[in-house]
């Protein structure tokens, strides 16, 4: 099951906006979807409830996903997702405003494939799009 | 029972009564063999006989002596004692055992019982008398001695009291007095558990029993009950008497009381708990503090990441949306509208620094950290590639290798190095490409490594206030920056062991160097 859909998972409408818009900047045509807390993340994943419809919510390419989430964690919802055979191979991006040590190892150990901090402002922000794009979507090999 | 007769110069018989009777020799020889000296003397004091006691007592032979007056025997202070004995005499009296002092031939002194007898015709008439005098000088001193005895036991302090077998008291001294309130009168003849409060009466039989077995008891710390109730602390030494033939006959008690003592252990051992529980308060205070402090410190640490996460969102919301204003929406601006979006833009972007670093200074200031070898050359390098202000067009940093390996904490020798080389770069001077050095030498275990700038300088009197927090010296307008970059570099350093110090020249340079230990 290819796809190439972005899932971003951030509760911050601010921050949601901002990443939407670097990645349009970024000129990344990928659709995107968008969830709000944890456990939206974990039910649209697992196609629960209104994400059942896998032609409006088709699996996701690349999830990027933040930390600190109403309902679920972020670590919370990285656990889930490690401990699901279909999504040992999905891509996990941590985007997060933390730069606590605690928090990037718990990170890692849970099977994040990349933890990066929030740039502080657009241009940062536009250039993580344009990294992301050059590294992620051109670049790197998934496994199949 | 002794008579001799006054003409006769020796011991024996007078020569008169020459048939010598049987009875008449062997009172003559016990007259010789007596200890005592026996002397006759006519009524005006001649000596008319003397025995061999006399001799030895007085040191005079019979042929010097008799034929002189008594006085040469008598101290001449006391030549009066002659008059009135020879005034007794001749009235027809006895003196017995009358004690005087009396001189030996060599002149001394010696003390002695005289017991003097006249000396009768058979029809009554008084022609001199006999002198019987016994030398008390050993018998003296045994008095003299008891006497001592007594009056060391009554000027005694502690009180010394006797009692038989039975327990009933003998003797009493006045430091029993003293010490029980009764009168030697009054007690004498009372058992000794007078003395003894009812709760304590079992002891006095095992003391008696000790005692019978011949035991002595020494420092024996009892309570004892005076006459009127109160209770004394006293110290007894108990032995057992003897008499002279060796049998028990009842027990010496010597009590010395202890009660001032006793009061003031007491005093001590209560002042002692007093300490002991003023430290225990003192310890508790102490615990209390510190776990007041730890939770303040977890209550710092919990808002300092507060400050990493929701702080910082909202200043980069605002930050995002004065930029993308600025950008998208410029056209439709007045030139009014967009320098104050810059004005947003830029305060944002400030309070956005201001967050960062008093995230990192509370950061170095907080937790225990492991020091770890770290070697300074590869390192440094690694952060200069990654610095963009320090790159070559823009200034000319030097690293003068090789650096030495120190103990430290990588993390705080990143904030270090960029905090000082961001400084290097920030005051340089007006007209000259910033140069920086960076060298490093070690000795004694400590490494000293310098980060040397050729920029504006520091003035010696702002030296100190450079590390405060927020301790800038020049305005925001001339040179941005938050105040607090010094202030991490000196907690990180003091976090690694080690001492900043700064040296410079304004309008030369600044040198700040630190030390570390070497690995």
Redesign the interface.
């Known amino acids: 099951m290819t796809s190439d859909t972005i899932l971003l998972v951030e509760d911050?409408q601010?921050?949601a906006?901002?990443m939407k818009?670097a990645l349009k900047d970024a000129e990344i045509m990928n659709p995107l979807r968008e969830v709000e807390d944890g456990q939206q993340a974990i039910d649209y994943l697992s196609g629960t409830g209104k994400f059942a419809d896998r032609e409006r919510f088709p699996l996701p390419a690349v999830v990027f996903l933040d930390l600190?989430l109403p309902m679920k964690t972020g670590h919370e919802v990285l656990q889930w997702i490690r401990a699901q055979p279909q999504f040992k191979k999905l891509i996990v991006i941590v985007l997060t405003?933390?730069?606590?040590p605690v928090d990037l190892n718990r990170s890692y150990q849970l099977g994040a494939n990349s933890f990066v901090v929030?740039p502080?402002?657009?241009?940062e922000?536009l250039k993580l799009a344009e990294a992301f794009k050059l590294w992620w979507l051109r670049q790197n090999r998934v496994a199949c | 029972m002794v008579a001799t007769d006054a003409s006769s110069p020796q011991t024996s018989t007078a020569d008169s009564v020459h048939a010598a009777l049987p009875a008449e020799l062997l009172l003559s020889a016990i007259i010789d063999s007596s200890d005592d000296a026996i002397v006759s003397k006519s009524l005006d004091g001649t000596i008319t006989s003397w025995n061999r006691g006399a001799e030895r007592i007085f040191g005079y032979t019979a042929a010097e002596i008799v034929g002189q007056s008594v006085l040469t025997l008598i101290p001449p202070e006391l030549h009066h004692e002659e008059a009135e004995i020879l005034a007794r005499l001749q009235r027809g009296e006895r003196i017995e055992h009358f004690e005087s002092i009396r001189m030996r031939k060599d002149g001394g002194r010696f003390p002695v019982s005289l017991t003097i007898s006249p000396v009768k015709t058979p029809d009554g008439r008084i022609i001199g008398a006999s002198k019987v005098a016994r030398d008390l000088t050993g018998h003296r001193k045994h008095l003299e001695l008891r006497n001592l005895h007594a009056a060391i036991v009554e000027s005694s302090d502690d009180a010394i009291v006797s009692k038989d077998l039975n327990g009933i008291i003998t003797s009493w001294n006045s430091g029993a007095k003293r010490i029980f309130g009764y009168e030697a009168g009054e007690i004498v003849g009372r058992s000794v558990l007078t003395l003894i409060p009812p709760e304590l009466h079992g002891d006095e039989p095992m003391i008696l029993s000790r005692l019978r077995r011949g035991e002595r008891i020494d420092h024996f710390e009892t309570t004892r009950v005076r006459k009127d109730g109160r209770r004394v602390h006293v110290s007894l030494t108990i032995s057992p008497i003897r008499d002279g033939s060796g049998v028990l006959v009842g027990a010496s008690k010597v009590a010395r009381d202890i009660t001032l003592q006793r009061e003031a252990e007491a005093a001590l051992r209560e002042s002692r708990i007093k300490l002991e529980k003023h430290a225990q308060e003192l310890e508790q205070h102490v615990a209390e503090r510190t776990a007041k402090l730890q939770e303040t410190v977890a209550e710092l640490e919990a808002f300092s990441y507060s400050v990493s996460h929701d702080m910082r969102t909202p200043l980069r919301s605002i930050v995002g949306y004065a930029e993308r204003l600025l950008r998208v929406y410029r056209g439709k601006l007045d030139a009014e509208g967009v320098h104050h979006l810059e004005r947003i833009s830029k305060n944002a972007e400030r309070l956005e620094l201001l967050v960062r670093d008093v995230l990192a200074y509370s950061k170095v200031a907080k937790s225990e950290i492991r020091l770890l070898p770290v070697d300074l050359g590869p390192f440094l390098e690694t952060i200069l590639a990654t610095l963009p202000e320090a790159q070559q067009e823009a200034a000319l940093i030097t690293v003068q290798h090789p650096l030495p390996r120190v103990l430290g904490h990588e993390a705080y020798l990143l904030q270090v190095f960029t905090n000082l080389v961001d400084n290097a770069l920030k005051f340089a001077a007006e007209g000259r490409k910033p140069a920086i050095e960076i060298r490093g030498t070690s000795d004694g275990g400590w490494a000293t490594i310098s980060v040397c700038d050729n920029g504006i300088g520091i003035a010696p009197e702002h030296f100190d206030r450079i590390f405060e927090i927020f301790g800038r010296v020049y305005p925001d307008k001339k040179f941005e920056g938050t105040g607090i970059g010094l202030s991490i570099v000196r907690k990180a350093v003091q976090r690694m062991g080690g001492t900043v110090l700064v040296a410079s020249t304004l309008g030369q340079g600044s040198c700040f160097s630190f030390t570390l230990q070497t690995a």
Do not use: A
Request: net charge negative; no cysteine.
């Open positions: 911050n601010d921050d906006f901002f818009q600190k405003s933390s730069n606590e929030k502080p402002t657009p241009q922000l």
